[in-house]
């Protein structure tokens, strides 16, 4: 079942706000899906990942890997930075998923926003 969507992901609040106003703007656009469950401003209110509470990282962890379970199984292509370790783990898991592989900046996988120089494919 495939329908007009898009499945974001990000540790950002900021992000996902923006991406809210954005996706209203296009008429007829694209479903935003998120886990709206996750309280992503303790990140930025504590300067990352490293220094948020013990007790409020667990859920963040949980809903992420729950999130992350469900972008791979139900995308049919990902956007975002190879910069990114979870990116990288998420084409990855795509390419194992279809039975192929990507070695360009965009591809039927994946496309890369890192510019050519940065590539590393």
């Known amino acids: 079942m495939h329908w007009n969507s898009l499945f974001i992901m990000s540790d950002s609040q900021t992000v996902i706000k ?6 209203s703007t296009i ?9 709206n469950l996750t309280d992503r401003t303790v990140l930025e209110r504590v300067g990352g990942h490293v220094n948020v ?9 949980d809903h ?5 379970s469900l972008a791979y199984k139900i995308s049919d292509h990902a956007i975002g930075t190879m910069s990114s370790n ?3 783990v998420l084409v990855q ?12 900046r965009v591809g039927p ?5 890192d510019t050519p120089e940065g590539w590393a494919g």
Request: proline share 6%; aromatic share 10%.
């Open 18 to 23: 923006n991406m809210e106003s954005y996706v």
């Open 27 to 35: 008429p007829e656009g694209p479903l935003l899906m998120y886990d």
């Open 53 to 61: 509470p013990a007790d409020e990282k667990r859920g963040i962890q």
């Open 64 to 68: 992420f890997l729950a999130s992350f």
């Open 86 to 88: 979870v990116f990288r």
């Open 93 to 104: 898991l795509l390419g194992a998923e279809r039975k192929m592989v990507q070695t360009e």
């Open 109 to 113: 996988l994946a496309t890369s926003l």
